[in-house]
């Protein structure tokens, strides 16, 4: 008698071998960690050895999900284009990025910072123009494309140490 036996893992192999005498093949052998462990562990690691145990452990995940790539149809192009949606509630770095953006966002702040369109719309009604002037609008495509990064980050650590950051 014949068949064929598909199973995943290989000690069922070993047992299979040992109990039967069949000689099986997995299919695919497990791994230990998946990669988004990986980085989750990585995380955990960072973060515990950098903040102080309170703020680590409440912005370390205990359970986390892949982010979901989807795109909405731009409906003012003539030609069918999609904008890209990358939804990461819930990942393994999800929490940290909050915590990041609600310590970084005060050290960003500046006169020449617009919050939403109606802050912008009351600025502009308030700047006298001239006859001879152009008002001109861009579409922005790219943002931050020639930001010098390690300058960047050695602003923000010097405004951000400056004072008690972590309270």
């Known amino acids: 008698m014949r068949g064929l036996l598909l199973f995943r893992g290989e000690n069922l192999a070993d047992l299979l071998r040992l109990k039967t005498g069949l000689i099986c093949t997995p299919i695919f052998a497990l ?12 995380l955990y690691t960072k973060v515990h050895n950098t903040l102080p145990k309170s703020i680590a452990d409440s912005l370390c995940p205990k ?7 989807y795109g909405l149809p731009k409906t003012h192009k003539p030609e069918l284009s999609m904008r890209p949606i990358l939804l990461a509630t819930n990942t393994y770095n999800y929490a940290l990025a909050k915590w990041l953006e609600e310590k970084l966002k005060p050290l960003s702040s500046n006169a020449y ?3 939403d369109i109606f802050q912008f719309s009351e600025d502009i009604r308030n700047i006298p123009v001239d006859a001879d002037h152009v008002l001109v609008s861009y579409d922005v495509t790219a943002l931050f494309t020639n930001v010098p990064v390690h300058e960047t980050i050695g602003i923000l650590a010097e405004k951000a140490f400056a004072g008690n950051w972590f309270q």
């Open 31 to 42: 791994k230990r960690y998946h990669p988004l462990l990986e980085k989750g562990n990585e």
């Open 63 to 69: 359970g986390s999900r892949l982010a979901h790539l």
């Open 113 to 115: 910072m617009i919050s």
